[in-house]
């Protein structure tokens, strides 16, 4: 019972600092989701303006696709450059940066009283990938949920379906035979809408794991690789390759099932947290964790 | 002045973070020459099979479009030019940040003067960070030249190489390949060199050295995510390519280089690090 009381206040604490009071964390999402919809609607209005799309042929699901798409399958080519989608990068990057610094920041300060206060290293570690996984839901839905508001403020129509001619012209997919269904839009469940926030949060934790045997820029530093190498190479063990809604099964021929993503997420969030728990309960010393 | 320089170079170049700037620069460069070294014996074999005399095919497979800096096919030039601004910045650029919250930067102040202080830790971050950039170029460059010859490139085959007319320096290109590749490492130091300034002028306002060293790249990329909103007609129209990101690579990977942007740029990143400079050399440190 005490551990639960304990890791209870600990996640409140967590949540008061780290999130309700990190303003960068509470903004950013706004600002993106504004700027990643002016995006979009800026090249549906060029589309509209040259009469190659209406506006009731588009919607939400559109607009979702844009920011969470990330990168058609790519061949390596002479003809064919490589170059990342910005928005998808930005996008994750951001997220993971900012839920980079504050666990290790928090114990150089109040975190190390918490610590002992709380009597457990273990309600610690805990409370810190609770908040990393709420940081990072919030990070995430926020930005949805702002596209959604101007959707719905610009008239675009709030469905979960995605416009393949317009997808095409956003991705600059020359070749809709890569698609599974013939058809002009395509619905998508809600699963594959939650797939990439899940991975985004299985990534953090991860990164949060792998700060206390590296640095944090490290950690970074491996985050960052992992997100360009997800969209360099399509393969089923490469996580970030779930993060792209592009890339699913639901759109794409031979493209990344749902399950297995579900299936990797839980793999690797549980990963991070038993071998973050076993290092920082055993081998971390707290007291000379200033690596930031 | 004279010692504090020496003192800060020596303190950017015998530090861990340097070598581990280097190695992370060193093993996209490694991937890179491994890729297109198999690759291009790969094609050689192919191409053996159907024509009687390699004449016809062999200005396609030059060190000028198979180095790191000339192909932008390959995952090890993906992740390399991708994560430049980290390794600029990583092996000085924090130092500034370091200093200013154990007191080791007052007791310098105190001992050699702001000014002298302040300029150095500028050089020393400078010089480390372009040559964090430029050596795992340069390494990746002679490693292939190992396997791949340097022949000089025949404008027929320009769908391989991938440099057109648009390109800054295309002249230099096909008339004197060392000369281009030289110039772009040049370029590729300065900016090297200036990103890991940023991260001195970020380490000003922020209290984390992680953090000094990760928002330059940020604002790498917000510089290419401006690309969306003001290039948003691809057709009919010729932009330049804006992003570090990508005008560092000595061939264009989605628009062609221009010298207004790339010394724009430059002058607009060297203005910033003096203003910040010349405040930090003016305020009050105790």
């Known amino acids: 019972m005490k551990f639960i009381s304990n890791l209870k206040k600990g996640i409140c604490l967590d949540l008061y600092n780290g999130l309700f009071r990190n303003c960068f964390l509470i903004i950013f999402p706004f600002v993106l989701g504004n700027i990643f919809f002016m995006d979009y609607w800026n090249r549906v209005q060029i589309l509209i303006r040259e009469n190659q799309l209406k506006l009731a042929q588009t919607s939400f699901g559109d607009c979702w696709m844009y920011i969470y ?104 997919i020359v070749d809709p035979a890569c698609f599974l269904d013939s058809a002009d839009s395509v619905e998508f469940g809600l699963g594959w809408v939650m797939l990439p926030i899940c ?7 991860l990164q949060m794991m792998l700060i206390l045997f590296l640095k944090p820029f490290l950690a970074f530093l ?25 890339r699913g099964e639901w759109l794409m021929v031979d493209g990344m099932k749902m399950m297995n993503g579900y299936i990797m997420v839980f793999v690797m969030s549980a990963a991070a947290v038993t071998i973050g728990f076993v290092k920082f309960k055993k081998y971390y010393d707290i007291l000379g964790s200033g690596n930031n | 002045m004279r010692n504090v320089l020496k003192l800060e170079l020596r303190k950017a170049f015998q530090n861990r973070l340097f070598l581990l700037a280097l190695i992370a620069g060193g093993i996209p460069a490694v991937m890179s020459a491994v890729y297109n070294i198999l690759l291009v014996n790969e094609r050689m074999t192919y191409l053996g099979e159907i024509y009687s005399t390699p004449a016809y095919y062999i200005e396609g497979f030059s060190l000028m479009n198979h180095w790191m800096g000339g192909e932008a ?94 390109d800054p320096m295309s002249y230099l290109y096909y008339s004197h390949p060392l000369c281009y590749v030289f110039c772009y490492l040049c370029i590729d130091f300065v900016f090297g060199g200036l990103i890991a300034c940023m991260a001195v002028v970020f380490a000003v306002f922020v209290r984390y050295k992680v953090l000094s060293i990760i928002l330059p790249m940020f604002v790498c990329l917000g510089i290419n995510y401006i690309e969306n909103f003001i290039y948003t007609n691809p057709s009919g129209h010729i932009y330049h390519e804006l992003s570090p990101l990508y005008f560092l690579r000595a061939v264009s990977a989605v628009y062609p280089a221009s010298w207004t942007i790339i010394l724009t740029e430059g002058a607009a990143l060297l203005v910033v690090a003096l203003m910040i400079g010349i405040k930090e050399g003016h305020c009050e440190v105790y």
């Open chain 2, 73 to 166: 096919y390959s995952l090890g030039t993906a992740i390399f030019f991708y994560i430049s601004p980290l390794i600029a910045a990583l092996p000085y650029g924090w130092s500034y940040c370091e200093e200013k919250r154990n007191g080791y930067r007052q007791l310098m102040v105190a001992r050699c003067g702001k000014k002298s202080y302040v300029f150095s830790k500028y050089i020393a971050a400078f010089v480390s960070g372009g040559l964090a950039v430029v050596l795992p170029l340069v390494f990746n460059l002679l490693l292939t030249a190992l396997f791949i010859p340097l022949i000089k490139p025949f404008p027929s085959f320009i769908d391989m190489y991938g440099v057109s007319s648009v």
């Open chain 1, 69 to 172: 798409g990330g990168m058609r399958v790519y061949i390596p080519q002479e003809n064919d450059k490589f170059h990342f989608p910005v928005t998808w990068i930005m996008l994750f990057m951001l997220g993971t940066f900012l839920v980079l610094n504050y666990p290790f920041k928090d114990l150089e300060s109040s975190g190390q009283q918490v610590l002992v206060r709380m009597g457990g290293y273990s309600e610690w570690w805990l409370s810190k990938c609770v908040w990393n996984i709420v940081s990072i839901f919030y990070y995430h839905g926020m930005v949805i949920l702002t596209a959604l508001g101007l959707c719905v403020i610009k008239g675009v129509p709030v469905a979960r379906k995605v416009n393949i001619v317009l997808l095409c012209r956003l991705f600059d």
């Open chain 1, 222 to 246: 491996i985050s960052t690789v992992l997100f360009i190498t997800s969209v360099y190479l399509f393969l089923p063990f490469v996580p970030g390759n779930y993060a792209m809604a592009l």
């Open chain 1, 199 to 205: 991975m985004a949060a299985a990534i953090t934790l």
